[in-house]
């Protein structure tokens, strides 16, 4: 139905930058909210930061100041720029849409990339 494709990962020295790109493609009608999750071996998938369709943002405490979301809502594309990055940011990250309609009358859907890997050291 509805597919998320990520790229722009990678490894990059502490203090670089990379910028994040996830492309929804399918039976869209809308999508409410996208996002960014990361996760690290042994621990769970936590938010890193997320938008809405009317520009509303989200940021962990962690990255607020460093990372920013953006959306182009025409193309059904989310992007997270990460800037000074720290090895502690170093894990996979994850695209996620969520309220997704296949149609006018559907119900809400959620929907996850496959992941990218976002490594941090020198």
């Known amino acids: 139905q509805v597919q998320l494709v990520e790229s722009g990962g990678g490894l990059v020295q502490p203090g670089g930058s990379l910028r994040l790109s996830c492309k929804a493609s399918?039976?869209?009608?809308?999508?409410?909210?996208m996002g960014w999750y990361q996760q690290s071996p042994g621990k769970q998938r936590e938010l890193v930061a997320a938008?809405?369709?009317?520009?509303?943002?989200k940021y962990v405490d962690s990255v607020k100041g460093r990372f920013t979301i953006s959306r182009d809502n025409a193309k059904n594309t989310v992007y997270l720029q990460m800037n000074t990055l720290k090895p502690e940011d170093t894990a996979v990250f994850y695209c996620n849409a969520d309220r997704v309609r296949i149609g006018p009358a559907s119900v809400e859907l959620r929907f996850w990339g496959q992941g990218t890997q976002v490594t941090v050291s020198s």
């Open positions: 399918g039976s869209i009608f809308s999508i409410y909210a």
């Open positions: 938008i809405t369709s009317d520009g509303f943002t």
